[in-house]
């Protein structure tokens, strides 16, 4: 039988990611994804799930570059689970979810430096280049979305 691990998640960065590179060189990108519950719990308040996100490579480093705290991303990758010993002696799993792709989702602040890459992916090897004004002389700030 075959198997299929997708994770789809749409959230608010709890704080700047954190860069760092494995002795090899590779660059790695930790941050945490607040994701709201679709529904309020029994005493009628939002709750929230806190998870954690590794990038790796380029999209580590892109992470790094444009990702703050409170900013809405979407992130797919998939779910993987790892043990390790902690300071007390005790074997603990962790759970995190590998980025594949990033697509950053707050809308451009008014005025802001444009040109930034919006979506990104593990297999990005080459900078994007800014998008043509396809819309012609239209406001983004005029679209119902």
Known sequence: MASYNKIILIGRLTADPELRYTPSGKAVANFTLAVDRPRPNAKGE???DFIN???WQKLAEICSQYLTKGKLIAIDGRLQTRQYENNEGKKVKAFEVVADVMQMLD???KG???GAPETHQETDR???MPEEDHLG???M???PF
Request: aromatic share 4%.
């Open 112 to 114: 802001a430096a444009q």
């Open 107 to 109: 809308r451009p602040v």
């Open 137 to 139: 002389s239209l406001d």
């Open 141 to 143: 700030e005029e679209l």
């Open 46 to 48: 939002r709750e929230a």
């Open 126 to 128: 080459y900078p994007q």
């Open 53 to 55: 996100i590794v990038a």
